[in-house]
């Protein structure tokens, strides 16, 4: 009783065991036949047959999936490997010698998968035996009356028999049932064997897996740390690269802006000094007329020279941000030489070119160099686009926290649709230069950027035919 419950324990940790873990399979033998038609019970262990007989044993793989057509078996007798890579579920004997035998077979599927081997034991008797048994079979003859009163006679004595010796048939009968006993508990304690070794392959093959499994996990998470490492210094490279693109598109425009400005603005103190020039040589001046026309062309040239300087400061010095350079200056100094440098070019046009700036404006930080150019840039194009016998008048007053200048002309002014595309870099207006002068739309444009720089703002009034007003405010910084 207690080899039966201990092999039903064990059974049921090897179901367990297999069912936990889906990498363990069983093959399993389902028959087993004698000449293809006897079919032998399961329940019997050993198999014993004649050896002029064949034995089929019939099996199964285990795996999932039950239409895998890479099954393949090896087949084993007495432990030696008979056929290596078994397609069929069957496999028949024949011809043995007499003797003990033991019948294995493991299955295997097309990932290399292996299942728990299954075996059955089976016995091939001499032949000498069977016919023995044929000829007592052969000379049975059929049961005669007197036969039949025998075997009545045969019956009664031995019922007499027992009764007179009923203790000796017990002490018989409790012999038997102790030698089936016997035999029965040796048929389980062979079969709990088996099923423990079945049970140590199991587990031998599962720890196997285990360890094939966890160096797989452990390459494969140094592979995934590796490609994350790369992952992150690409990402890491690309960014940096896409920053330096931003910094170089933003340095280059910096740089287009600078030179289009400063090429810009050198445009006006040459055509002054060009004008100028032309006056000393087509008028009949007075010596205080050439003395001021001097004066302006000495102070267009020293514009132009800090405009130069500025530009090959900001090559020099690889900045090209138009840094605003803010110092205490007098803005009526300012306004004077603006007039003066223009003062050809209006006389040239005959148009009056008036300096209303207040003379009594204390200093304050300003970029003196800049708003020198928003002013030039003002005054050039109301000279450029007035007509003859008129006047641009240059005023500058304070408020309580702000500097203001205007700049007036009478000349052909501007429409609606042109004040709303003023101050856009390139812009092509309606109005034309009255002296038939050359405009690239970049004036306006370099005006505003100059006074917005200084935390400014600037408007225009203006009508067609009738005249323009700028008006730039900047903040009185003292």
Known sequence: MQIRILKLLLSLILCLCVSSHAQVFMTKITSVRIDRTKEVSNEVTAVKLFENQAVTFEFYHGFDDAADTSIYYDIFLNSVLLQKKHRSNTYTFAHLSPGSYSFEVQAYNGNEQESISAEKKFTV??????????????????????????TIVALVIIIVF??????????????QNKELENDHDKNELAELKSSNDLLRRGFKQYENENKRLKKTIYSLNKTIQSLEDANVSLIEQKELLAAKKVQLEELQKQKD??????????KNPANAIKGLVELLEDYDLTTQEQQEIMTSIVESSGNMIELVQAISDAFANEKFDDEYIMELAFLQDVIQSVVTMNAAYAKKKEIRLLNNASSSMPEFNFDKLKIKEALDNLVNNAIKYSLPKTDVNVRSYMTDTKVVVEVKDNGVGMTKDDLLHLFEKGAKLSSKPTGGEKSSGLGLWIVKKIIDGHGGSITCDSKKGIGTKFTFEIPFKS
């Open 125 to 150: 008797v001499a032949k000498s035996d069977q016919n023995v048994s044929a000829i007592e079979s052969d000379e049975k003859i059929p049961l005669s009356i007197v036969g039949f009163v025998v």
């Open 162 to 175: 027992l009764l007179i010796k009923p203790g000796s048939t017990k002490r018989r009968l409790r012999t």
């Open 257 to 266: 802006e600078l030179l289009a400005i400063k090429f810009h603005d050198l």
